[in-house]
């Protein structure tokens, strides 16, 4: 339950003014990273190469984590740019000397990194030990997956661990909170994409301090602290240098006093190392000139989530509502909140491609030869796939989540070029037809994961609004089923009893969380993804 | 003194906020001028801020001598009868008016409740003509003919009675004295309905305005006064008392009685009042919308939007504003005022 409203209102009028302790943290090293991999992701933005705006969002993300994440510097640094980009020579031959040069140059400054501690994390830990020993209540403003980076900070019993209390993930969760001394927030104050926050944190706050941690050269939103209220001649002010959130003739503005602690190496004083850029700002400007939709992320069960357009009306199920109206269209993060099921379905009219395989049934045949080959030499086949072009972020990792078996999900590449490098190392690949379907093996097999991520309804079909009518009652009648399930499970499926004359399954996805600041295409949309695959649109 | 409690949290004296809120409403000036105003009110949290506006401009509206149903009921009757009996009995859409694409905002069912409690149906016999309306009882062929200056001894049923001659269902004064000192009331009032004041709910629904509304309370010696009574909305406090406003659902866009267009709308939400500014009914009427900031930026950004585009239109409204005490920290106004062509 949010917190009473006299509460807010007695805390802001004890506490007129807040502050906010911003810590710039420099690092040569870092920046050099930082400034290789930046141009990295421009330039690959210059060819009109898919494969090239690929690689580059995927290091634009890599990079966004580091700056708005407490990351360890360790050896995952240099592997997940290698996985990415491969060695050096690879790189040289693909996109020529000047991105083999830069990537050089990140590789041999990530692999100097891995000798010291990220300052990030030693100001992290020394500002909550300090704060802890006052006594003072802490929350800390993180992404759901940032989480374990912070929690890695404090290990017992040298320290007590990071409470989970402690986190707050979303806005609801802000909303929701009691009050308490100082909030920590790592990375610039966004209002969308790496490291976003609500913009309540200023013009709404339930804290006395915020502690902000910050890579030099990252900088806030300057209108980060928007109110809607504010009038147009005054948005522009925002947060800024004063820090005077939402002025306008009819209210007292939120006031904070900002004081900048910089530490680490100055920029004017090292050699070679210049004032850093602002690689969030410049990131996101490079995204909003490509064609892309504005979405609201709808995370559910097992790392995946579904995109939706901002105001989508989504198909789902309230357990808590007693009446007609728990199956009902919802908008993500207005009437569509946490803890109700998205609903996607599965019909069997639905053809995509001829096609008419029973789900898992493709996948069976190419998970057991992936899982056959991985156990015989797991390095051996991913330096083939690498070899064959299958060059991914964590490809290793990626192979391990593709030999999961299907749940109601079948894990497998995201992209159709990568499914069938996939199945062309595993030997499954040829276009020889199917003898019964008289179709090639990858088709089957890739029409097969694409009804399992839901792709019949991206296809425009949930637009039938009498076929949705119809499956609005189908579900209505099967409520108790469905209500027995939901108590038990965060994901289930639903068969259509035959006696309805559709033939199909409905899907239920719990969910966990509902995010916005994303930028995707419109292929991406009403898809389901894994969130890995997700954090590329962020924006 | 008067006391209150919020959430079921200790007796204290009225807040700074809650006072500010019920007096903005009791100020917000009537619509002499004729130019239309709409004011965004946002909020540090949520809470029933937009309940506590209404509260105030029901105070304001107890002493108006306008701010009556009961003038124009035979009319409203009249209406319903021809609605029902050209359109309604005949229509194949139960009841969706929307598909129906009749005209209408919401069905007429052609019943009507007798003050003594008998349910009433509307007859073939009514005469438009001579503006005589005729009753009957409900599977009975004997008809009635209501005297137009007893007209509100009916009321259309699942409504709030228009008037009553009786103790029960009459408010009392004391709550609403207590909460704004300098109201004046005109004892008519306390007797009788009013729909030219609406409050439309969250888009979360009718129990989730009510439950935000029920979280505050106020007390006066042994008496308490919980905020979803005072607002006299049909069905929070009893079928049988007066209503003073009427309930807008922004769920399902139902309004809870047939009534013309009200002078002012106090919004409950971003997505509700979006949906208040946008609904043809309500062109004319004041509009006070309140939201509160611990939402998304897109949420924030499609309100902050929407009165940017008003602006075309309307100039912020510095004299209204004038008229306003000062807000407490952390609440924000802005006022628009329809210009002068």
């Known amino acids: 339950m949010p917190i009473a409203a006299s509460q807010v209102f007695d805390f802001l009028e004890r506490h007129g003014i807040g502050s906010v302790d911003r810590h710039e943290i420099a690092l040569a090293a870092f920046g ?3 400034r290789s991999l930046r141009q990295i992701v421009v330039k690959l933005r210059e060819p009109e190469d898919q494969e090239a705006l690929e690689t580059s969002d995927q290091l634009r993300s890599l990079l966004s984590e580091w700056l708005t994440v407490p990351v360890a510097f360790d050896s995952t640094m240099v592997d997940a740019m290698r996985d990415l980009l491969g060695g050096v020579e690879a790189v040289h031959t693909r996109w020529g000397n000047d991105i083999a040069t830069l990537y050089d140059t990140a590789i041999h400054a990530a692999e100097g990194l891995k000798s010291i501690e990220n300052p990030v994390r030693e100001k992290l830990r020394a500002v909550i030990r300090e704060l802890r020993s006052q006594s003072h209540a802490i929350k800390i403003f993180c992404h759901r997956r940032a989480r374990p980076h912070f929690e890695s900070l404090f290990i017992p019993p040298v320290d007590l661990p990071l409470s989970e209390d402690m986190f707050l ?13 100082v909030l920590i927030k790592v990375g610039p104050l966004r209002s969308r994409g790496w490291g976003s926050a609500p913009d309540a944190l200023l013009t709404a706050p339930r804290f006395r301090t915020l502690v902000q941690i910050v890579w030099s050269g990252c900088s806030d939103e300057p209108d980060f602290g928007y109110d809607p209220v504010t009038p147009p001649e005054n948005a522009a002010a925002g947060n800024g240098a004063g820090m005077v959130a939402a002025a306008t003739t009819g209210h007292s503005p939120m006031k904070w006093n900002m004081r900048v602690i910089r530490s680490g190496e100055d920029p004017g004083a090292t050699s070679g190392y210049v004032a850093e850029a602002d690689e969030l700002r410049i990131f996101r400007e490079l995204n909003q000139s490509r064609e892309k939709r504005s979405a609201v992320l709808v995370q559910i069960v097992g790392e995946h989530g579904i995109l939706y357009p901002p105001h989508s009306q989504v198909f789902s199920f309230d357990a808590e509502v007693a009446s007609g109206e728990a199956i009902d269209r919802r908008i993500p993060g207005q009437t569509l909140v946490e803890g109700m099921f998205v609903i996607m379905q599965q019909l069997g009219d639905v053809d995509l491609g001829g096609v008419r395989a029973e789900q ?11 899982a056959h080959e991985y156990q015989a030499d797991a390095a051996g ?5 690498r070899a064959a072009g299958l060059r991914l972020m964590h490809l290793g990792a990626a192979v391990q989540h593709w030999r999961r078996p299907p749940s109601t999900v079948i894990h497998a590449p995201q992209q159709l070029k990568h499914f069938r490098i996939l199945l062309d190392v595993l030997g499954l690949g040829g276009d020889e037809a199917d003898r019964l379907k008289m179709a090639p093996f990858w088709h089957l097999a890739w029409n097969e994961v694409r009804r399992s991520r839901g792709e019949a309804i991206h296809a425009g079909f949930q637009e039938h609004e009498i076929i949705e009518e119809q499956l609005l009652a189908i579900l209505s009648s099967i409520m108790p089923q469905i209500r027995e399930k939901a108590v038990v499970s965060e994901g289930f499926i639903q068969e259509i009893p035959a006696s309805y004359g559709i033939e199909g399954r409905f899907f239920f996805f719990k969910v966990l969380g509902i995010e916005e600041g994303f930028s995707a295409p419109e292929t991406e949309l009403k898809a389901l993804r894994a969130i890995s695959v997700i954090e590329q649109w962020r924006d | 003194m008067l006391l209150f409690s919020e959430a079921n949290q200790e007796w204290r004296p009225i807040p700074g906020w809650v006072e500010f809120l019920i007096r903005l409403g009791f100020d917000w000036p009537g619509c002499a001028s004729g130019q239309r105003k709409i004011a965004l009110i946002s909020m540090p949290g949520d809470s029933a801020a937009a309940g506590l506006i209404a509260l105030g401009v029901l105070i304001r509206d107890l002493g108006n001598p306008y701010a009556t149903d009961v003038a124009g009921h035979y009319d409203a ?6 609605q029902y009996l050209e359109n309604c009995r005949k229509c194949r859409e139960r009841c969706d008016v929307e598909v129906g694409r009749c005209g209408y905002s919401a069905e007429a069912t052609g019943r009507v409740r007798e003050k003594g409690g008998r349910l009433y149906e509307i007859s073939d016999r009514t005469d438009f003509r001579t503006r005589r309306l005729a009753l009957r009882l409900e599977r009975k062929s004997l008809t009635w003919w209501p005297d137009p200056e007893k007209a509100t001894d009916w009321r259309i049923d699942g409504e709030p009675p228009v008037q009553l001659n009786h103790i029960e269902g009459v408010l009392t004064v004391h709550a609403y004295q207590q909460i704004v000192g300098s109201a004046q009331f005109i004892s008519e009032n306390l007797s009788s309905s009013y729909s030219g004041l609406c409050f439309a709910g969250r888009t979360a629904g009718e129990t989730a305005t009510f439950k935000a509304c029920a979280s505050i309370q106020f007390r006066d010696g042994n008496d308490e006064y ?3 009574n005072l607002l006299t909305i049909h069905g929070w406090a009893g079928s049988n008392v007066i209503s003073r406003m009427t309930f807008f659902n922004s769920r399902n866009e139902q309004l809870d009685r047939r009534a013309s267009a009200p002078a002012m709308i106090v919004a409950d939400g971003d997505a509700c009042f979006l949906k208040v500014l946008g609904r043809s009914e309500f ?32 100039a912020e409204d510095s004299e209204t504003l004038g008229q306003i005490a000062h807000a407490p920290r952390g609440i924000s106004i802005s006022i628009l005022r329809k210009r002068i062509p």
């Open chain 1, 169 to 181: 993930h979303s806005v609801k969760d802000y909303r929701e909170t009691g009050l308490f001394d």
């Open chain 2, 226 to 228: 919980r905020l979803p």
């Open chain 2, 77 to 82: 009757l009249l209406r319903f009868a021809r």
């Open chain 1, 360 to 370: 898992g049934h493709y996948s069976q045949i190419w998970k057991e030869r992936l």
């Open chain 2, 283 to 314: 062109q004319r009427s004041d509009v006070i919308g309140v939201i509160h900031r611990t939402m998304d930026r897109d949420h924030l950004e499609v309100v902050g939007n929407r009165m940017l585009g008003l602006r075309q239109w309307y």
């Open chain 1, 381 to 385: 086949l991913i330096s083939r796939l």
């Open chain 1, 32 to 34: 050099a990273v930082r």
